[in-house]
């Protein structure tokens, strides 16, 4: 009986790294995971910076773990990848470390390497990189994030000492990981084509664009710094140079020429795992197996710290405020969107941790021997119950709530917006405590809505909501995506997993190419897309069941959510104008 495969995806979080040991079906058989460092600044909030040398530590913890658990052999590996988040890494030729911290160590030989994707500390350098009008532009929605790896790597240059800057080569962090396993300095299309502003269709790098803003070396030294123009670009998946380095593959416990996929930021790695499933309807499972042209109706939500909403199109979209169109972001010949929301997740447990009645909460919670959520959520069913109301929305109809308390991603791009509150009340229980997270969530809801419209509205088809992430286990906050957006959302088999599983079908594509050779692009495409519909298992659809009179009010609740926006600009315009 031959021996079975598996294939490793490795996800690297926002505050931990996770492997599974996937069989070739797509069955997770084991699991790990490990807490990162992230460090920050407590005299400037904008800071969040990590180091890879921990997220290394945690990958062979982590993929150590799940071969032990499983009792797998390295050899019965046949491939892996990762993904990551969207995170700028540093590090000198050699691939040391280099310290990212503002002061006398910046740029030296140390840990604190990588400045986080939530980092806002480049607000001026995208400010600067905005008022440019390049053609760079055009492929970020109009407008390029601060979180994005261009403005970073300029603040860094501001900051650094020259000869350290100049030694240095900056990737987005899934790249790094690949050059940390591999030794080979290839990048992926997804991440210099999403957050490093590399435009396929524009011949690649954009040397006025550059050298416009500061940083003219690297067109001077044939963008080495960022993986020079001569390496090879590579799609989702493909194998990256010769596979595991001894000395990679002696750390991570795998044999050493494993291949490794070309990895993806994680978002990409929730499309992966996430928008090829078939569904589960009212307990049936649906038996249409997704064709490759159904992805374009399907946005995957990859919901954690913060959410990214990434729906892939024939042809190139632009939407203001969105990031793309990506082409080649996954599938070759295939354009990506991007928009998002940078904080989501994170803003739930803010609104939840700072109010008076945490405490109070927490100690339910524990006699009830319960989650919080729980006892939130029976606090809003007996708060309806005692007031008449005949749903949440009902109950909370005179609060209104903005979440921008991070800035906006999309579909503003500005990071100057901020969160609104209107019809707060001298009222500091546990019941306002609850109206407040029902009204986050509703936010969040109104907000995904918000991006939906817009990308709707400039040429996508978007009929269904795709989720992975940690907030697809909360039943609440899926039921008012549906029903705010009008559309059935599918919830994957193991929300947790869904992006290890996309990482770890990106291993077995390396794989697949290395083994049937001379592969033109449409053929990896097609063995892609085939990989993830055998390996996603079926997902749970959550179909739009708001009430008619709901129904009315999510209405209302959304022209009020769009009003905001307005006046909050309004507003501060008013202000600039007075303080001239």
Same mark, same amino acid.
């Given at each position: 009986m031959p021996a079975e495969t598996y294939y490793i995806g490795v996800d690297v979080g926002t505050?931990?790294? #996770?492997a599974g040991l996937v069989k070739h079906d797509g069955t997770l058989v084991a699991s790990s995971t490990e807490t990162t460092i992230t460090y920050r600044d407590h005299n400037d909030h904008r800071i969040f910076e990590q180091s890879t040398n921990n997220i290394w530590d945690g990958m062979c913890k982590t993929i150590r773990a799940v071969l032990s658990e499983a009792k797998v052999a390295p050899s019965d590996v046949k491939g892996l990848s990762f993904d990551a988040t969207c995170s700028l890494a540093v590090s000198d030729m050699n691939g040391d470390p280099v310290v990212v911290t503002k002061g006398d160590k910046m740029g030296e030989i140390g840990d604190r390497n990588v400045i986080l994707w939530a980092d806002h500390r480049a607000e001026k350098e995208a400010e600067l990189i905005n008022s440019t009008g390049s053609v760079v532009l055009d492929y970020v929605g109009g407008t390029m994030s601060l979180e994005m790896e261009i403005p970073k790597t300029l603040w860094l240059k501001k900051h650094m000492k020259p000869e350290r800057f100049a030694r240095c080569q900056f990737f987005d962090l899934p790249d790094f990981l690949t050059y940390r396993a591999t030794g080979d300095n290839s990048r992926s299309c997804c991440s210099i084509t999403c957050k490093c502003s590399y435009v396929p269709t524009k011949s690649g790098w954009q040397a006025e664009f550059f050298q416009k803003?500061?940083?003219s070396e690297f067109v001077h030294n044939g963008y080495k710094q960022l993986g020079a123009a001569e390496q090879q670009v590579l799609t989702a998946g493909l194998p990256v140079g010769k596979g595991l380095s001894k000395k990679a593959a002696e750390e991570l416990g795998l044999l050493e020429g494993t291949p490794v996929g070309s990895a993806v930021i994680d978002a990409y790695a929730g499309w992966l795992g996430t928008v090829a499933a #078939?569904? #589960?309807e009212n307990g049936k499972l649906v038996e249409t197996v997704p064709s490759i @042209?159904?992805?374009r109706h399907r946005l995957a939500a990859c919901a954690g710290t913060s959410t990214c909403h990434i729906v892939q199109s024939r042809k190139g979209v632009f939407v203001n405020g969105v990031?793309?169109?990506?082409?080649?972001?996954?599938f070759p010949g295939w354009w990506m969107n991007e928009g998002g929301q940078s904080s989501t997740g994170q803003l739930i447990d803010f609104m939840i941790t700072t109010h008076p009645a945490y405490s109070k909460l927490q100690q339910l919670a524990e006699e009830q021997k319960t989650n919080i959520h729980d006892v939130?959520?029976?606090e809003l069913n007996k708060a309806c119950k005692e007031h008449g109301a005949a749903s949440w929305t009902d109950l909370t109809k005179e609060v209104h709530f903005y979440p921008d308390l991070h800035g906006n991603r999309s579909p503003i791009a @500005?990071? #100057?917006m901020r969160g609104m509150f209107t019809g707060l009340a001298l009222d500091a229980t546990l019941g306002d405590l609850a109206r407040k997270y029902n009204l986050t969530m509703e936010a969040i809801a109104l907000q995904t809505r918000h991006i939906v419209d817009e990308?709707?509205?400039?040429?996508?088809?978007?009929?269904a909501i795709y989720m992975s992430g940690g907030q697809a286990k909360n039943t609440a906050l899926m039921r008012l995506f549906a029903n705010t957006c009008g559309m059935p959302v599918v919830l994957p088999d193991n929300s947790g997993a869904a992006v290890v599983l996309g990482a770890a079908m990106l291993g077995r594509v390396a794989a697949e190419v290395q083994k049937r050779e001379h592969l033109n692009e449409e053929q990896v495409g097609e063995a892609l897309w085939d990989i993830m519909v055998e390996m996603t298992p079926p997902g749970t659809m959550v179909s739009p069941s708001a009430s008619p009179a709901e129904k009315k009010l999510l209405e209302a609740k959304y022209k009020i959510f769009r009003e905001s926006i307005d006046i909050q600009k309004r507003w501060r315009k008013q202000m600039e104008e007075a303080s001239l």
């Amino acid at each position: 009986m031959p021996a079975e495969t598996y294939y490793i995806g490795v996800d690297v979080g926002t505050g931990s790294v #996770r492997a599974g040991l996937v069989k070739h079906d797509g069955t997770l058989v084991a699991s790990s995971t490990e807490t990162t460092i992230t460090y920050r600044d407590h005299n400037d909030h904008r800071i969040f910076e990590q180091s890879t040398n921990n997220i290394w530590d945690g990958m062979c913890k982590t993929i150590r773990a799940v071969l032990s658990e499983a009792k797998v052999a390295p050899s019965d590996v046949k491939g892996l990848s990762f993904d990551a988040t969207c995170s700028l890494a540093v590090s000198d030729m050699n691939g040391d470390p280099v310290v990212v911290t503002k002061g006398d160590k910046m740029g030296e030989i140390g840990d604190r390497n990588v400045i986080l994707w939530a980092d806002h500390r480049a607000e001026k350098e995208a400010e600067l990189i905005n008022s440019t009008g390049s053609v760079v532009l055009d492929y970020v929605g109009g407008t390029m994030s601060l979180e994005m790896e261009i403005p970073k790597t300029l603040w860094l240059k501001k900051h650094m000492k020259p000869e350290r800057f100049a030694r240095c080569q900056f990737f987005d962090l899934p790249d790094f990981l690949t050059y940390r396993a591999t030794g080979d300095n290839s990048r992926s299309c997804c991440s210099i084509t999403c957050k490093c502003s590399y435009v396929p269709t524009k011949s690649g790098w954009q040397a006025e664009f550059f050298q416009k803003i500061g940083l003219s070396e690297f067109v001077h030294n044939g963008y080495k710094q960022l993986g020079a123009a001569e390496q090879q670009v590579l799609t989702a998946g493909l194998p990256v140079g010769k596979g595991l380095s001894k000395k990679a593959a002696e750390e991570l416990g795998l044999l050493e020429g494993t291949p490794v996929g070309s990895a993806v930021i994680d978002a990409y790695a929730g499309w992966l795992g996430t928008v090829a499933a #078939r569904y #589960r309807e009212n307990g049936k499972l649906v038996e249409t197996v997704p064709s490759i @042209d159904e992805s374009r109706h399907r946005l995957a939500a990859c919901a954690g710290t913060s959410t990214c909403h990434i729906v892939q199109s024939r042809k190139g979209v632009f939407v203001n405020g969105v990031w793309g169109p990506y082409q080649g972001a996954i599938f070759p010949g295939w354009w990506m969107n991007e928009g998002g929301q940078s904080s989501t997740g994170q803003l739930i447990d803010f609104m939840i941790t700072t109010h008076p009645a945490y405490s109070k909460l927490q100690q339910l919670a524990e006699e009830q021997k319960t989650n919080i959520h729980d006892v939130l959520e029976t606090e809003l069913n007996k708060a309806c119950k005692e007031h008449g109301a005949a749903s949440w929305t009902d109950l909370t109809k005179e609060v209104h709530f903005y979440p921008d308390l991070h800035g906006n991603r999309s579909p503003i791009a @500005d990071p #100057r917006m901020r969160g609104m509150f209107t019809g707060l009340a001298l009222d500091a229980t546990l019941g306002d405590l609850a109206r407040k997270y029902n009204l986050t969530m509703e936010a969040i809801a109104l907000q995904t809505r918000h991006i939906v419209d817009e990308m709707n509205a400039q040429g996508h088809e978007i009929t269904a909501i795709y989720m992975s992430g940690g907030q697809a286990k909360n039943t609440a906050l899926m039921r008012l995506f549906a029903n705010t957006c009008g559309m059935p959302v599918v919830l994957p088999d193991n929300s947790g997993a869904a992006v290890v599983l996309g990482a770890a079908m990106l291993g077995r594509v390396a794989a697949e190419v290395q083994k049937r050779e001379h592969l033109n692009e449409e053929q990896v495409g097609e063995a892609l897309w085939d990989i993830m519909v055998e390996m996603t298992p079926p997902g749970t659809m959550v179909s739009p069941s708001a009430s008619p009179a709901e129904k009315k009010l999510l209405e209302a609740k959304y022209k009020i959510f769009r009003e905001s926006i307005d006046i909050q600009k309004r507003w501060r315009k008013q202000m600039e104008e007075a303080s001239l």
